[in-house]
């Protein structure tokens, strides 16, 4: 079992920059890819990014690509995502996932419980 807790959502103004952060508990010797969903009022849960085990493999939604960037620190068992120029569009609940033996591009089964987002005009 993996636990994981998602923190570092609030308001934003449009252009400004926020970073989440999930901490991650339980199994966590396992090597997991990691990845961060976002889910909008009446829309489906969408990939956002992704880091493999080893962080040297990653990837991006076409609509964050350039503005977002994903990162890990093992050591702390904690996965981020810096988001800058942020975008009314981004508003959303954002969810950590794990994907055992994934490179980061998957669903897995392992969800945090979300923290929002609100990018304000």
């Known amino acids: 079992q993996v636990q994981l807790v998602e923190s570092g959502g609030g308001l934003v103004q449009a252009g400004g920059s926020l970073r989440l952060s999930c901490a991650a508990s339980g199994r966590t010797a396992s090597r997991y890819g990691m990845g961060w969903f976002r889910q909008a009022p009446g829309k489906e849960r969408e990939f956002v990014a992704g880091?493999?085990?080893?962080?040297?493999?990653?990837f991006y939604a076409d609509s964050v690509k350039g503005r977002f960037t994903i990162s890990r620190d093992n050591a702390k068992n904690t996965v981020y995502l810096q988001m800058n120029s942020l975008k009314t569009e981004d508003t959303a609940v954002y969810y950590c996932?794990?994907?055992?033996?994934?490179?980061?591009?998957?669903?897995?089964?392992?969800w945090g419980q979300g923290t929002q987002v609100t990018v304000s005009s």
């Open positions: 880091i493999s085990w080893s962080g040297g493999t990653t």
């Open positions: 996932n794990a994907a055992l033996n994934g490179l980061g591009n998957t669903r897995g089964k392992y």
